[in-house]
């Protein structure tokens, strides 16, 4: 069997891309199978997977508060969101047989394991697929960042970051039909450039610790699968 790429990796699954339920669902269970059965496939084949997953979806601090609530219970009301998508996320993988750990950077005991990194490496190196919810547990830090700080924390060799884009562009694709994608791009370029990646923030720290994020699209999540077996899929933000 091919060796992977990676061995372990930190996945970056926007909440917006896990919507769509229709009305009065912000869950769209079918995208998230389709998820899970590309992590199932990974963990079969004994890739460490940690994931990261917005709540966009669900609620967004700064633009969903709107003023109207203040900025830090905003934030604290946007990780409370991650933390429903990663509930619905673990509950379809454990129904497909993967072992799967929930923690949270905010301690919600009868829900999920708080985070402690020296269990969640001992999670992953056991097979599991664990899940970090509620972002850093800190205000005005975005889940972008959470990824990039998790990643560094479990020695991640990659992060994975699944987008509605196929990638990195000059310019918005949705708006500029003549938008031209990177294959590869640098960190610098990426902050210089004001590019629509991860926010400065994550970008930085994944640029000080050395650690690659690849951009692709989760529109087929067997892309998950393809990229951490080394196949060249959308842009690679590298030093």
């Given at each position: 069997m091919e060796?992977?790429?990676?061995?372990?990796?930190?996945?970056?699954?926007?909440?917006?891309?896990?919507?769509?339920?229709?009305?009065g669902s912000p869950l769209?269970?079918?995208v998230i199978r389709r998820v899970c059965e590309a992590l199932k496939v990974?963990?079969?084949?004994?890739i460490q997977v940690g994931v990261v997953i917005g709540g966009g979806n669900i609620w967004r601090g700064v633009k969903d508060g709107n003023g109207k609530v203040d900025?830090?219970?905003a934030d604290h009301m946007g990780m409370m969101a991650t933390v429903i998508n990663s509930l619905a996320v673990a509950d379809t993988l454990e129904q497909m047989g993967v072992d799967v750990r929930v923690q949270t950077a905010l301690e919600i005991r009868a829900v999920a394991e708080p985070y402690i990194r020296a269990r969640a490496l001992?999670?992953?190196?056991?097979?599991?697929?664990?899940i970090f919810a509620c972002g850093t547990g800190r205000p005005f830090f975005s889940t972008d960042t959470a990824a990039a700080l998790y990643a560094a924390e479990?020695?991640?060799?990659?992060?994975l970051l699944a987008k509605n884009v196929d990638g990195v562009y000059d310019s918005d694709p949705n708006i500029n039909p003549g938008a031209i994608r990177f294959d590869a791009i640098t960190y610098a370029d990426?902050?210089?450039?004001?590019?629509?990646?991860?926010?400065s923030t994550a970008t930085s720290l994944s640029m000080d610790n050395h650690i690659p994020v690849i951009v692709f699209a989760l529109e087929e999540p067997g892309n998950i699968y393809r990229v951490i077996m080394g196949e060249?899929?959308?842009?690679?933000?590298?030093?």
């Open positions: 060796k992977p790429l990676y061995k372990r990796v930190l996945l970056k699954v926007s909440g917006e891309a896990l919507g769509g339920g229709g009305v769209n269970f079918e990974c963990n079969d084949a004994g900025r830090v219970r001992r999670h992953l190196e056991k097979g599991r697929v664990v479990i020695g991640a060799q990659a992060i990426v902050l210089s450039r004001q590019l629509a990646v991860m926010d060249k899929l959308g842009t690679t933000v590298s030093n």
